[in-house]
């Protein structure tokens, strides 16, 4: 199993944060999510990845560079269906319990992930939109009256969504810790206290070294999930991918946390961009099983 990118990779990885950076800076990212962004990500194949006969570790490439820019959207919905969709995991405690639904109003479709896959249309549901969403980026309604009917898929199918999912959500949660990382470094250079950057105090110096490590280690672990997923024969598939969402959800929670810190006062205003990627990243830890639950998970087989 080679954890190297290839050199197509590295023309990809380029190629998209060119994309990006050309189309989707921070005052479009800003803006939040719309159809005619999708429909950009799309015919640049973001979403087609795997049926254009990429592999999952170059789907991991391309969505890390959607978190490094923080790209709004129900990103990891539209690449596993296919279509303009959103999703909900799992079913109300109660029957009477509303569902907490993200992105409805742009979403075509809304897939649940259960003991098995359904599918329902957007358009028929009707929710009541949240004032203050966690993330101002990623609107949430709390619908009452969803009823997924129609099943696309059985617990194989369901199993697949559950270790794609989580794989490219790791992958884009590991972009968002790079760009905290490089915007701490940034910040530290140019901020000046005491008539030195801050940057070179030694206690700013450990916080940017621990969140460089902290990237790169889940760096690795995600390379290594999505390599797996593209030779599924190998052990321990689902251990290797808990392993990655649960350092890729450290990673970009921790980091957001450490960035505010590091930016001081400013960290906290909404004019720097540190709080989109903070909320962004606690929003990723409810998908596809947070860092605990992943963990839990790792110590019951490793037990």
Not at 56 to 75: I, M, N, R, S, T
Not at 107 to 120: E, Q, T, W
Not at 259 to 281: C, P, S
Request: charged share 25%.
């Amino acid at each position: 199993m080679d954890l190297e990118l290839s050199d197509d990779q590295f023309a990809m990885r380029d190629g998209i944060r060119a994309l990006l950076d050309g189309r989707f800076g921070i005052d479009r990212v800003r803006a939040g999510f719309d159809r005619q962004m999708h429909a950009e990500l799309a015919d640049a194949g973001v979403f087609s990845l795997i049926a254009d006969g990429f592999s999952w570790a170059d789907a991991a490439v391309v969505f890390e560079q959607l978190g490094e820019c923080c790209v709004p959207g129900p990103l990891v919905a539209c690449a596993l269906s296919g279509e303009v969709a959103t999703h909900v995991e799992g079913v109300p405690a109660e029957d009477d319990q509303a569902l907490v639904i993200e992105h409805l109003d742009a979403a075509d479709s809304v897939f649940r992930i259960a003991d098995d896959v359904r599918k329902i249309d957007a358009a028929t549901l009707h929710g009541l939109e949240c004032d203050w969403p966690l993330d101002p980026l990623t609107p949430v309604a709390r619908v009452a009256d969803a009823n997924f009917v129609t099943v696309i898929g059985g617990a194989e199918e369901a199993i697949a969504w559950r270790r794609h999912g989580a794989v490219l959500t790791a992958a884009y949660q590991v972009g968002m810790a790079s760009r905290l990382t490089a915007m701490s470094v940034e910040y530290a250079k140019e901020r000046v206290q005491f008539d030195r950057p801050i940057g070179s105090f030694q206690a700013i110096k450990h916080l940017l070294a621990d969140m460089v490590v902290r990237t790169e280690v889940a760096r690795a672990a995600v390379y290594a999930a999505a390599a797996h997923l593209d030779e599924p024969s190998e052990p321990d598939l689902d251990l290797t991918i808990g392993v990655a969402k649960a350092l890729a959800g450290e990673a970009a929670v921790t980091n957001g946390k450490t960035a505010t810190q590091v930016h001081g006062g400013m960290g906290f205003t909404w004019e720097v961009d540190v709080h989109l990627y903070l909320k962004r990243a606690w929003v990723l830890e409810t998908h596809f099983g947070g860092t605990d639950s992943h963990c839990d998970m790792i110590a019951a087989a490793l037990s």
